[in-house]
């Protein structure tokens, strides 16, 4: 990818210059901006410009429009000092962020948008690239990442299950949480509460595996053969009934060779295979841990880690542990599509469909000569595939073709 | 004002500390013959936590065992080892633990809320045969618990709802233990030098001693010189033979991978070979950062490697073993395996 001009650079960097000097009003300041450090990064810049800090909103608006950066960032984290080195900031607390990207969630449409090229031979190949190149074994990559209706409602579908988890059991109200569309790939959600601003890193770790389900074992959520009994629990609050939910669901729809691929051993693989009703009507019916003699304790804890998978968020395990992180700025343009990065009400996310609502240009329409693109939809029409040729396109269309260095303006 | 007893028993108490200030005591005045019980059992707080881990409970005469504290902490930011300091801090913190098992909730959770601002109610629940007492808030919970490595522990282990968890009253106690662990270790990790009467600095050197022979068995040791790479964790193994094999490592792989390195004291320059040649990795830039890692740029300060638990957070931790069971650090598991290895006899590989 050395041809020069691909993504036609000044080209868009203009748009964004005009889209900010008409709409940056619309930007709003993050809560105590005082104590927030932003970070930019501009058109064609490698480094980025941090340690940033405005007394009010007005100074960061002048600086969106007389800068036209191409990303634009703030601090999850409060400093007395926002403006100094990393070590003299004198951190104040921090926000508790949660990054959900379709970049981590397996999603198969990879394989149609996403591709590879090894930089040391060439070699190509859709979907994720490999962790080494499959034919000179070295590991460095280019990447070519598109987003699709399914990439992003299994964003949506992630964030919605972090919003119930903070809502019902750590007990954050809806007023405490803020979703914002990223602008390209996924939703980070926001916690400001004076409870979350202390916490240091093991405590935010602690949230993360909490969120993610990681270490969870079937003897401290009622699956023990310890236990006397007592009611089902599979509709109690927290990991206790989603975990025997999980195990619900996961058995319940499990393929028998599914069953097997997860090596239970040999008595639990076929008592999970020929009780499997009785299985699942215990845990329907009776206290969880009645399903003990079925499976034994090393195999259920395998089978819980597999079942809860599907209940726990795929949330970015660094950005929440790390209380330094900058995140993007709701209400700018996102550098690498044009779109806005948006805040989204959570009452709202259900029916928010970002690649109608987040387009930021919407007027006008631009040559380009397209290398080669996967189909597309920007509002209710859909575009491409393209591959070598020249095409008239709306502007929000042309841009987030530039955008994403896939064709060059034609003039 | 709380009572002597209450204060002896408890004498990092708030009350306590401002009862004993209202003896205005002065270092001088410890030299009087009508102190010596006082400095007596004071050196004996330390030298029960050198030895046993544990400072002994005894409240016998509450007017000693409330005035030994303050001096037992004098005696520990004498010395002035980091060491010592948390070991110290610890052994008292568990002979709260003990105490605090005999108490009623109520004490307990007037503990947690004067002393620590716990956000903790009285409950009665039973679940599963276990009686809960206590819902405290998830916040508190994590400040003391996130450090525990046992599953059950685990924040996704524990009953939650509402932002509460539950706890059981010997849960509550072992949590306090932790606030008070904190409480003490900062108090003694103010280290100074202070001039002494003969016969109190007399007792700092011996504590001193003490200290000394027994640093090695509980474990204040420093690592070998060279690195013994046999002796790495599964994780840093596998991080270490995936770079060799040029496979591709997350950003927390390489930092575990590098952060260990430095601290089990391997060359830079080594380190720094090590990934521009397996890599194509920009010299400068690797040097760079490794020399960050290191302490030697930025803020200074050395970068210890992740816990276990944040392996596990993030994916790295590969293929724990039967040790990997016993420990919270990738580093801990390198010095007992060393310290295996010395037992052994066995060489050192070379590396
Ligand atoms: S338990 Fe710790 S030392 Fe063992 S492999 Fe996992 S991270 Fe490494
Ligand atoms: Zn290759
Ligand atoms: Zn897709």
């Known amino acids: ?411 | 004002m709380i009572s002597e007893r209450e204060a002896a028993k408890y004498p990092f108490l708030k009350g306590a500390v401002s009862l004993v200030e209202t003896l205005s005591l002065k270092v001088d005045d410890l030299a009087d013959p009508s102190y010596s019980r006082v400095l007596d059992r004071g050196e004996q707080r330390v030298s029960e936590a050198i030895l046993e881990g544990i400072v002994s409970a005894s409240l016998g005469d509450a007017l000693t065992e409330m005035l030994s504290f303050p001096v037992a902490v004098m005696f520990v930011t004498v010395v002035g080892d980091r060491f010592l300091d948390r070991r110290y801090a610890l052994a008292e913190a568990v002979r709260v633990y003990e105490l605090l098992k005999g108490e009623s909730e109520t004490r307990i959770a007037r503990m947690a809320r004067e002393e620590f601002g716990w956000n903790l109610r009285l409950i009665r629940r039973e679940l599963d045969g276990q009686i809960y007492r206590f819902e405290l808030h998830f916040t508190d919970y994590l400040r003391n618990a996130a450090s525990f490595h046992e599953d059950k522990w685990k924040l996704v282990n524990r009953v939650m709802r509402d932002g509460y968890v539950l706890l059981t009253r010997v849960e509550a106690a072992r949590l306090i233990q932790v606030e008070v662990e904190d409480l003490i270790r900062k108090r003694v990790s103010k280290h100074g030098r202070i001039a002494l009467p003969d016969a109190v600095q007399e007792r700092v050197d011996r504590v001193a001693k003490l200290f000394e022979e027994h640093r090695a068995r509980i474990g204040g040791e420093e690592l070998p010189s060279e690195v013994v790479s046999d002796a790495f964790p599964p994780c840093i193994r596998h991080a270490f033979e995936g770079l060799m094999s040029g496979r591709r490592a997350s950003h927390m792989e390489r930092f575990a991978l590098t952060s260990f390195l430095v601290n089990a004291g391997m060359d830079l320059d080594r380190i720094v070979q090590l990934f521009v040649s397996v890599t194509d990795f920009d010299e400068q830039l690797t040097r760079y950062q490794i020399e960050h890692i290191a302490g030697l740029r930025g803020s200074r300060t050395r970068y210890t490697p992740p816990t276990c638990a944040t392996m596990r957070t993030h994916g790295v931790c590969y293929n724990p073993d039967r040790l990997c069971k016993r420990i919270k650090h990738p580093l801990t598991y390198y010095r007992i395996k060393i310290r295996d290895f010395k037992k052994k006899g066995e060489g050192r590989p070379a590396e």
């Open chain 1, 1 to 411: 990818m050395a041809e020069q001009g691909w993504g036609s650079v000044p080209y868009v960097a203009e748009q964004f210059r005009r889209f900010y000097a008409s709409r940056a009003e619309r930007v709003k300041a993050p809560p105590e901006i005082k104590q927030r450090e932003f970070g930019f990064l501009s058109f064609g810049g490698r480094s980025m410009f941090r340690h940033i800090a405005f007394d009010d909103v007005n100074q960061l608006r002048s600086h969106l429009a007389e800068n036209t950066p191409a990303h634009a960032y703030y601090s999850a984290a409060y400093y007395s000092a926002p403006e100094a080195e990393m070590e003299y900031k004198g951190w104040l607390g921090a926000d508790l962020v949660f990054d959900i990207d379709a970049d981590h969630i397996d999603t198969p449409c990879k394989a149609d948008h996403d591709r590879w090229r090894c930089r040391a031979c060439g070699e190509e190949g859709t979907g994720r690239a490999p962790e080494r190149c499959p034919s000179c074994g070295k590991a460095a990559f280019e990447e070519e990442t598109w987003l699709c209706d399914r990439c992003l409602e299994a964003a949506k579908y992630e964030a919605q299950k972090l919003l119930d988890i903070l809502i019902q059991d750590f007990g954050f109200s809806p007023g405490e949480l803020e979703v914002n569309f990223s602008g390209n790939r996924g939703y980070h959600v926001h916690v400001r509460s004076p409870h979350v601003r202390g916490l240091g890193q093991l405590a935010r770790r602690e949230i993360v595996d909490y969120i993610m389900g990681i270490g969870i074992k079937p003897e401290y959520q009622g699956l023990s053969s310890r236990m006397r009994g007592g009611p089902p629990s599979l509709l109690e609050d927290g990991w206790r009934g989603r975990s025997v939910k999980a195990l619900y669901d996961y058995i319940n729809d499990a393929t028998p060779d599914a069953i097997k691929a997860l090596k239970l051993g040999r008595a639990t693989t076929a008592n999970l295979l020929e009780h499997r009703d009785k299985i699942l009507r215990l845990l329907m019916e009776r206290h969880p841990s009645s399903i003990v003699r079925y499976v034994d304790p090393k195999a259920l804890e395998r089978l819980m880690e597999a079942a809860v998978k599907e209940q726990a968020s795929a949330i970015d395990t660094v950005v929440t542990t790390d209380v330094h992180r900058l995140i993007r700025l709701p209400n700018t343009l996102h550098g690498k599509t044009g779109w806005l990065a948006q805040t989204v009400a959570i009452d709202d996310l259900e029916d928010y469909d970002p690649l109608a609502s987040a387009i930021a240009f919407t007027d006008g329409t631009e040559r380009v000569y397209v290398r080669r693109a996967p189909r597309f939809r920007i509002g209710d029409e859909t575009y491409g595939p393209f591959e070598e040729e020249r095409v008239e396109l709306p502007l929000a269309a042309a841009l987030f073709l530039l955008c994403k260095k896939a064709a060059r303006v034609e003039r």
